[in-house]
Nanobody
Framework: QVQLVESGGGLVQAGGSLRLSCAAS????????MGWFRQAPGKEREFVTA????????YYADSVKGRFTISRDNAKNTVYLQMNSLKPEDTAVYYC???????????????WGQGTQVTVSS
């Protein structure tokens, strides 16, 4: 069992930066792949980025490639999402998730946080 708690969301102007954190409880964090997803009002939850259990492999949606960076600290049971050059279309609730494999599908992740709101003003 893994419990996830996101933090770091907020309101930022276009072009600005935010860093999201996802703190995990449970001793199995280091064995899970971790992903970040987002959901805007009226839209489906979409893949943003994911990282393997070791941190050695990362994957990004095309829409965030070059602007967002995922990382993890297994000693702190925490995964991070550094978001730079934010755009209004990045506005959404951001969720972290834990799964077995590094995949892009919502259905493949077993554990989810409650989400944190990111709002980018133009």
């Amino acid at each position: 069992q893994v419990q996830l708690v996101e933090s770091g969301g907020g309101l930022v102007q276009a072009g600005g930066s935010l860093r999201l954190s996802c703190a995990a409880s449970g001793s199995t964090f280091s064995s899970h792949a971790m992903g970040w997803f987002r959901q805007a009002p009226g839209k489906e939850r979409e893949f943003v980025t994911a990282i393997s259990w070791s941190g050695g492999s990362t994957y990004y949606a095309d829409s965030v490639k070059g602007r967002f960076t995922i990382s993890r600290d297994n000693a702190k049971n925490t995964v991070y999402l550094q978001m730079n050059s934010l755009k209004p279309e990045d506005t959404a609730v951001y969720y972290c998730a834990a799964g077995t494999l590094v995949l892009k599908s919502v259905a493949e992740y077993d554990y989810w946080g409650q989400g944190t709101q990111v709002t980018v003003s133009s």
